[in-house]
């Protein structure tokens, strides 16, 4: 989670607003059409969770690509946030949003690494399912500006806390979101909190599962050195 540090004069203290953010590639094989220098296409990408507009929040997104890249450095100025490209080889990519002035003025760097090929080496290419990789992260404001907080708090994309002056004809605007629609959409995974937080706790359930087993091999270990070790005997 980050929480980039906000700058302006007018700000809401003890207020925090958070907005969740994906952020990956989709490559597709070119089949028939692939050459030695242009195996896939792919896109790269910063969306909403649920692919909302984030242009109320991010002004701008730079891509750093490969150096073997003409134009390595590509600038998106508005929403969708993404570059399509063709290539033969993964990299890793830097990803720097900047914000609307009123949000932030920090950039914040982020890091993801396109992939091509499958998991499974063992399968053939299809050109039909792309190679889908993102990540989820939650970008948090803390004592955000006036203007901010009053463009976004019925916005789809943010999650902003109820203040006593909101009416429930404002919270029902919100339902009625600002969702795009994309070509890709059918590829993009589905992220909300409570799959982040079940991915937590089974990730917890295995990390004392396995030191239960460690413990139970050092247990053991100890037992048979116990069996080993010559007994002393009075003479």
Not at 79 to 89: H, I, T, V, Y
Request: hydrophobic share 35%.
């Amino acid at each position: 989670m980050h929480s980039p540090k906000e700058n302006t004069s007018k700000r809401l203290k003890d207020v925090e607003i958070s907005v969740p953010i994906v952020y990956g590639t989709i490559a597709f094989y070119l089949g028939r059409r692939a050459s030695e220098s242009q195996s896939h296409k792919w896109t790269v990408y910063v969306r909403g969770a649920k692919n909302e507009d984030l242009g109320p929040v991010i002004k701008r997104v730079i891509f750093q690509l490969h150096p073997s890249f003409n134009n390595p450095t590509r600038v998106v100025e508005s929403p969708p946030f993404e570059l399509s490209e063709c290539g033969w080889g993964e990299f890793e990519f830097a990803i720097s949003l900047f914000f609307q002035p009123d949000v932030c003025d920090k950039q914040l760097d982020l890091y993801h690494h396109l992939k091509l090929y499958p998991e499974d080496e063992s399968g053939l290419q299809s050109t039909k399912k792309p190679v889908v990789i993102e990540s989820y992260d939650e970008i948090v404001f803390p004592d955000p500006s006036e203007s901010f907080f009053a463009r976004v708090q019925t916005h789809p994309a943010v999650i902003v806390p109820q203040m006593p002056t909101s009416s429930s004809e404002n919270i029902n605007e919100k339902k009625k979101g600002d969702t795009k629609d994309h070509q890709l959409s059918q590829w993009f995974m589905n992220f909300s909190e409570a799959d982040e937080l079940l991915k937590l706790a089974e990730a917890q359930q295995q990390v004392q599962a396995h030191m239960h087993k460690l413990k139970r091999q050092l247990c053991l270990m100890d037992g048979l050195r116990q069996i080993s070790r010559p007994s002393s005997t009075d003479e």
